[in-house]
């Protein structure tokens, strides 16, 4: 049994959410997310709430179960309030700047990075070192954001490089003398 999967998906006010043709359609005040329903999980949308549950009583039906409640719980988040993610570049001359629909990040690299923001994303960057990503969609905000990381992953030894805000680095000790 999943725990997280018994549980149905409120919907709030202003979110409406309909089944059409196996896609879960919810639309809200920041915007409209689908999704594809799988054959495995039978949806039911029964007054303000969604119930998701088995299909059947395979294996992996109940793998499933857990996941799909999850991402409809993430489209009715994502169009009511929305994601986002914090992003900390740290390192000497390492900065970052949003230029519209583009991010340029200057990372020790002898020419500049330049990032296209994908649509229905926004970044921002309130100071040199800080970068914020956010949108109504958890999947492309996470991946954008590992994108970003990716060009500077922190290193052990300094720290220097791109991490998520509240990210512990494992800091290693030095060569001895």
Do not use: C
């Not at 054959?39 to 294996?59: C, F, R, S, W």
């Not at 993610?85 to 900065?95: A, M, N």
């Not at 002898?110 to 956010?134: N, R």
């Amino acid at each position: 049994m999943s725990r997280i999967g018994k549980r149905a998906v409120a919907i709030p006010s202003g979110v409406e959410a309909k089944i059409d043709n196996g896609t879960l359609t919810v639309k809200g005040p920041k915007g409209t997310l689908s999704l594809g329903l799988s054959d495995l999980i039978d949806y039911k949308i029964e007054g303000d709430e969604i119930a998701v549950n088995p299909a059947n009583d395979t294996q992996k039906a109940r793998s499933y179960w857990g996941m799909q409640r999850t991402l409809v719980s993430n489209l009715v988040e994502g169009v009511t309030e929305g994601f986002s993610k914090t992003l900390e570049i740290s390192g000497v001359g390492y900065r970052a700047q949003a230029q519209g629909k583009t991010l340029k990040l200057q990372l020790g690299y002898s020419h500049d990075v330049d990032i296209a923001v994908p649509e229905g994303l926004e970044v921002k960057t309130p100071d040199q070192t800080t970068v914020i990503i956010s949108g109504i969609d958890k999947q492309a905000v996470g991946q954008l954001a590992a994108e970003i990381r990716q060009w500077r992953k922190p290193e052990p030894y300094k720290g220097k490089g791109i991490k998520y805000q509240g990210e512990y680095v494992f800091r290693k000790e030095g060569k001895k003398k």
